[in-house]
T-cell receptor, first 114, second 116 residues
Framework: DQQVKQNSPSLSVQEGRISILNCDYT??????FLWYKKYPAEGPTFLIS?????DKNEDGRFTVFLNKSAKHLSLHIVPSQPGDSAVYFC?????????????FGRGTSLIVHP | EAQVTQNPRYLITVTGKKLTVTCSQN?????MSWYRQDPGLGLRQIYY???????DKGDVPEGYKVSRKEKRNFPLILESPSPNQTSLYFC???????????????FGSGTRLTVV
């Protein structure tokens, strides 16, 4: 059973508009959430994270929002640029027997059209 | 440059022929992990290691072995590869037991394995 779900396999957005990527989780023990970005032929790279004690974290054009009651987080990219076209993975971690190994979602492929 | 290096980048092999994918990191990270990425399935953890000589199974360990004899190296071994192990493999490392909760993993560039 998936503990971290990214229900949209793909998303298409026009350059300059907002991209919103969504992620849901089921495990109440998760208390830290991360987004990774992956280009073809490269490994994933860390993008932004948020702790469960916050509901928002911003880094330039990227903002992650966390709604703990709904077990939902989202990544907003404003404004979207063609270079943002990539696969985005949501990941969640929490203490489980002292281990914080993250669980990844299946990814959302974002295409930003010029 | 701080990095995780995997070799080879691409590999085509035949069923049953033992192979090893190497992974090396130059950041003195204690924690290392192997993932496979498959279409529609995302990143699934195969094995991980929290220190030298300490390894443990991830979510999909069947058909794989690992070893951690030195801190910097974490090879992935397929003793008898099968076609269902055709996948994109990533090695990752992290400084702390938090597995990069503040700054994320560092991933290698990936190894595309095809087993025919």
């Amino acid at each position: 059973d998936q503990q971290v779900k990214q229900n949209s396999p793909s998303l298409s957005v026009q350059e300059g508009r907002i991209s919103i990527l969504n992620c849901d989780y089921t495990n109440s023990m998760f208390d830290y959430f991360l987004w990774y970005k992956k280009y073809p032929a490269e490994g994933p790279t860390f993008l932004i994270s948020i702790s469960s004690i916050k509901d928002k974290n911003e880094d330039g054009r990227f903002t992650v929002f966390l709604n703990k009651s709904a077990k939902h987080l989202s990544l907003h990219i404003v404004p979207s640029q063609p270079g943002d076209s990539a696969v985005y993975f949501c990941a969640a971690s929490g203490s489980s027997g002292g281990s914080y190994i993250p669980t990844f979602g299946r990814g959302t492929s974002l295409i930003v059209h010029p | 440059e701080a990095q995780v290096t995997q070799n080879p980048r691409y590999l085509i092999t035949v069923t049953g022929k033992k192979l090893t994918v190497t992974c090396s990191q130059n950041m003195n990270h204690e924690y290392m992990s192997w993932y496979r990425q498959d279409p529609g399935l995302g990143l699934r953890q195969i094995y991980y290691s929290m220190n030298v000589e300490v390894t443990d199974k991830g979510d999909v360990p069947e058909g794989y072995k690992v070893s951690r004899k030195e801190k910097r190296n974490f090879p992935l071994i397929l003793e008898s590869p099968s076609p269902n192990q055709t996948s994109l493999y990533f090695c990752a490392s992290s400084l702390s037991r938090g597995w990069g909760r503040n700054y994320g993993y560092t991933f290698g560039s990936g190894t595309r394995l095809t087993v025919v």
